[in-house]
């Protein structure tokens, strides 16, 4: 693995491989001495083309953990301002020899282009590409459902698949890069995805996705999942006409107390409440989120985890070489649909 | 288990049986409870993946010795991938979990076990990965097989067996609780040479 | 209109054993820019100073016309100029382009297409054709001086606000009736605006999973849909613009089928490609409209094949690197075309048995210049003709290098991609301005005649 980029061409090996060396970072992490040599000497730059502080302390924290030196360069305004540009923003932390490139950036596929460009050797991971993908979001996502569900079927959490999990997503999944990530994730994990949001906020092309979608809140809760992500409703999607007010979206497709006392009611003890973060109480969640079905703070917790993982096999071992089972690749096929006995570069 | 076919052009040959396996085990028992005057702080750490098995039946035959000892009380396993010094220079390893015994290792004697001593890296790394998880009084270190080449100022202070080996040669250790198929020991220390 | 075929140069070629428009192999004679003879007389016929050209196996097609070429200049001469962009076009074939008017400033005047025409003149490797703006500076809000331009010596016939959609459907109107009094044709970029919102690429199952904002099909197709209803209501002339989606072509070809008098276009990256490269991220294969479907693309051949869609047009539309070095949503749209639309269209329809070079001729020459009123440009290959054609090796295999390219532009989705079919030469009113697959010498004007020409 030499970017990551994206969960969907995330292997399940691949995923798991990452998922359990995560577990060892958690164990570090309840260390009195939190932090590990592997990275020393080795830069990680964060490069936020987007205010996140969350995400970005928490690849701070991760980065640091294993002893890796971090600049953070954050870009200010929109990509589409005349500023510099990603490409000479890219050469100038190649010529900084960053090893690693943690790009948070507006514009879908700006680290995939980052990464298949010639700009800039290092290792490039996705903090969150405009609606595209958030892939270590993903991960800490399914990092807390396995331990949620190897609590639940008593096995440890190492090596355990989401096989037979049910997880419903619901809001916004047009615009939301937590969503993709984690259908295309949760599913190479085993679970069953089911989405759930008003059909204006569910993406034209969603049949071809390997997830069943309801439009009605209430029918998806009646499917009994094992646990319900309530994705966060952007400011600026509320006046754009994609529902009629604020309140009938929270009516339909908040996670209120009623459906929280839904839960209770059809017996469903076990199922958890979970939010990427940071959260619109009152309009897509309530109280939800601080009952003890609520993930949200270890999700955060398990980040650093997490993203400790993804530093740590990304950087870690020798860029030329990779162990023989984790040969996923991430090149993205350029076949262009013409007759047999042509070639392409 | 028995041997895997050979492979074309490497020669494979058995230094340990399995008889001769336990009986160095035994000696390092006893001479760890001697060195140690006793069963007293007394924590086994293996280094994965074949150092904590070897552990478990050291302190298996500590208790067998000293009736005080539970052997799962002073055996753990110390994972030291995080602080190789050699990670870019090969693929990627997983780091295995560390598990400390209940006590932990502040002011205890801890042995590290581990398979085979060569370069004395591996050491070297567990002891950095020690000292960011306590504070032992003693450390010592029981190995296995010594097979010499060290590159770094390490002994260790109990050998099962003392190999004389070409740096081009590659021991092999295979243990039944790791490499046991169908429940048949695979107990044995082999050396192969690409002839 | 420019009469090309005055002033020709004085070589004289002898073409022999051309297989005429892929067919019976036959001898050309040119001389003074016309096809002086054809057929056995041609050889008897020429001048012991004439240069001779074995054509064995080469096909003898007419010179191919472009509806729908960016030239860039005047504006943006970084990324193309009238001289490279031609220069190009005769690499790929051409004998005539047309210049989409969405130059800086654009080209919604009498004296912006003049200039155009000039420079085209001058420098003499095919015949530019200015396209003049149906509104003032693009903006869609009121004509453009189409009169003028029309009656300028640039004569333009074709108006187009390509890049942007003529939305407004009573401007629509009033510019189809307009053009009425002389002869001239709306080519429409159909693109509802209001639908195509910062729109990045095709709406689909491909940008569902990539998170670009789709560029919905039924965005071009309701433009379409009510341009044809318009033209029919007003008795104009419509033509549409590299069509993408299945669904303009079955609108179009209802539309034939109720005798509109519209013709449409399709260019020949959408007769090859599909949005599933965009998963690479790499905005070389971004541009407006968008790559769409496998189906839209056998759709697309099929129409081309049986007559719904009349031409081919390139929309050629080179951009300097730094406006493809760069994320997708920040990436200008666009391809580079007419260095490779000669190979695209023999790969996707001549190898395919939907077109044969007869067919290839009149989907790149004949109508084209029929719908360009260009009346020396797209004739038959037969004595007595302006001497507008080329010679093509279909059996050559290249591999497509943006690097190697006259035109400025290094932004072609094809890189990379072995194709078929090669010009080996092309006469521009019997002057060779490509000989051997290699830029010869452009086509020169007698300086009395051009030095009035409106210029910088």
Not at chain 1, 297 to 308: D, E, K, P, Y
Not at chain 1, 315 to 330: A, F, I, V
Not at chain 2, 173 to 190: K, S
Not at chain 3, 243 to 265: L, M
Request: charged share 25%.
């Amino acid at each position: 693995m030499k970017h990551l980029l994206s969960t969907r061409d995330l292997s399940a090996a691949s995923a798991l491989r990452l998922l359990d060396v995560a577990e060892e970072m958690s164990a570090v992490g309840e260390r009195e001495i939190k932090k590990l040599p592997a990275l020393r000497g080795r830069t990680v730059v964060n490069l936020f083309f987007e205010d996140s502080t969350r995400t970005r302390i928490s690849f701070e924290a991760a980065a640091k953990r294993l002893s890796a030196d971090v600049i953070n360069f954050a870009v200010k305004g929109s990509s589409v301002s005349k500023g510099e540009s990603l490409k000479d923003t890219a050469q100038t932390l190649e010529a900084m020899s960053a090893d690693a490139v943690v790009i948070r950036h507006p514009a879908s596929g700006a680290p995939a282009r980052l990464a298949a460009s010639d700009w800039i050797d290092a290792a490039v991971i996705n903090a969150g590409d405009g609606t595209h993908e958030h892939p270590t979001q993903a991960l800490l996502d399914a990092f807390t459902l396995r331990r949620h569900w190897a609590r639940i079927g008593g096995t440890p959490s190492a090596g355990t698949t989401l096989a037979g999990m049910k997880v419903l997503i619901v809001g916004d999944v047009l615009h939301s890069r937590v969503a993709r990530s984690n259908v295309w994730l949760l599913t190479t994990l085993g679970a069953e995805v089911l989405l759930a949001g008003p059909p204006t906020l569910l993406p034209v092309g969603i049949g071809s996705w390997p997830c069943t979608v309801f439009y009605d809140l209430d029918e998806a809760i009646a499917q009994r999942p094992d646990a319900v992500m309530m994705l966060r409703l952007q400011a600026e999607r509320m006046n754009a006409a994609f529902f009629p007010s604020t309140r009938e979206y929270s009516r339909r497709w908040g996670f209120d107390d009623g459906r929280l006392a839904l839960l209770d009611i059809m017996g469903l003890d076990d199922t958890v409440i979970m939010h990427p973060g940071p959260m619109n109480r009152g309009l897509e969640i309530s109280a939800a989120a601080d009952s003890p079905r609520s993930t949200i703070l270890a999700q955060v917790r398990n980040g650093v985890s997490v993203r400790m993982a993804a530093l740590y096999l990304l950087l870690s071992g020798d860029p030329h070489d990779d162990e023989p089972r984790d040969d996923e690749t991430h090149s993205l096929p350029h076949d262009l649909p013409i007759p047999e006995g042509r070639t392409t570069r | 288990m028995t041997m895997p076919a050979p492979e074309s052009g490497i020669t494979k040959r058995v230094v340990l049986a399995a008889a001769d396996m336990d009986r160095a085990l035994t000696r390092i028992a006893h001479e760890i409870l001697e060195a140690n005057k006793g069963s007293a702080d007394l924590i086994l750490l293996g280094i994965p993946r074949r150092g904590f098995p070897l552990a478990q039946r050291l302190a298996r035959k500590i208790a067998a010795v000293d009736d005080a000892v539970d052997p799962d009380l002073i055996t753990g396993q110390l994972d030291v991938t995080m602080y190789r010094d050699d990670l870019r220079r090969n693929p990627t390893r997983s780091p295995q979990a560390t598990q400390l015994p209940p006590s932990g290792i502040d002011d205890k004697v801890v042995v590290l076990v581990d398979d085979v001593l060569y370069s004395g890296r591996t050491i070297r790394a567990a002891l950095d990965a020690l000292a960011d998880l306590g504070r032992p009084r003693i450390v010592r270190l029981a190995v296995l097989v010594d097979r010499g080449h060290r590159e770094l100022p390490i002994r260790a202070d109990h050998v099962g067996k003392n190999l004389p080996t070409s740096s081009r040669e590659r021991v092999r250790v295979h243990l039944g609780e790791i490499d046991g198929l169908d429940g048949v020991a695979a107990d044995e220390v082999v050396i192969e040479d690409r002839a | 209109m420019t009469d090309t075929t005055q002033h020709a140069t004085s070589t004289e070629y002898l073409i022999r054993h051309a297989s005429i428009l892929g067919k019976t192999s036959a001898d050309l004679l040119l001389r003074d820019g016309r096809i002086a003879a054809v057929g056995d007389t041609a050889a008897a016929q020429a001048s012991p100073s004439a240069v001779t050209i074995d054509a064995t196996g080469l096909v003898a097609l007419p010179g191919m016309v472009d509806l729908h070429t960016h030239l860039r200049e005047p504006g943006r001469e970084d990324a193309e100029t009238v001289e490279t962009g031609s220069r190009a076009a005769a690499l790929g074939g051409f004998t005539a382009i047309h210049a989409m008017a969405n130059s800086s400033p654009v080209a919604d005047t009498a004296g912006v297409v003049e200039q155009v025409h000039s420079l085209g003149l001058a420098s003499g490797w095919v015949d530019v054709r200015p396209v003049g703006a149906v509104t003032v500076g693009l903006g869609g809000e009121r004509l453009a001086e189409l009169g003028a331009m029309a009656e300028s010596r640039a004569t333009v016939r074709v108006f187009s606000d390509d890049g942007v959609c003529v939305h407004d459907p009573v401007l629509m109107r009033r510019a189809l009736e307009y053009v009425k009094a002389f002869d001239g044709v709306i080519a429409q970029h159909a693109q509802e605006p209001r639908l195509t919102e910062g729109a990045q690429m095709n709406e689909g199952d491909v940008s569902a999973v990539l998170g670009l904002t789709g560029w919905p099909a039924v965005a071009e197709e309701s433009i379409v849909a009510r341009d044809v209803l318009l033209a029919q209501h007003v008795g104009s002339r419509l033509h549409v613009c590299h069509v993408s989606t299945a669904g303009s072509v079955e609108i179009i070809r209802w539309a034939k089928a109720r005798g509109v008098d519209v013709t449409a276009e399709v260019t020949p990256h959408h007769l090859l490609l599909t949005d599933e490269l965009v998963r690479s991220y790499d905005p070389v294969y971004k541009v407006n409209p968008p790559l769409r479907t496998a189906d839209d693309v056998q759709a697309l051949r099929e129409a081309l094949a049986d007559g719904t869609i009349d031409v081919v047009g390139t929309d050629h539309a080179p951009h300097p690197s730094e406006h493809k070095d760069c994320e997708w949503a920040q990436a200008a749209m666009g391809m580079t075309g007419l260095e490779t639309a000669l190979s695209v269209v023999q790969h996707a329809m001549v190898e395919t048995g939907l077109l044969d070079w007869e067919g290839f001729a009149r989907v790149t020459s004949v109508i084209p210049a029929r719908i360009g009123r260009l009346h020396d440009q797209g004739r038959e290959l037969v004595a007595g003709e302006p001497a507008h054609l080329i010679l093509v090796d279909p059996a050559a295999r290249w591999t497509v290098d943006p690097a190697a390219m006259a035109t400025k532009g290094r932004n072609s989705p094809f890189r990379g991609l072995e194709l078929p079919g090669s010009v080996r030469a092309t006469f521009y009113a019997g002057h060779a301005t490509v000989l051997d697959g290699a830029l010869a010498t452009p086509r020169q004007v007698a300086p009395a005649r051009e030095a009035a020409a409106w210029t910088r």
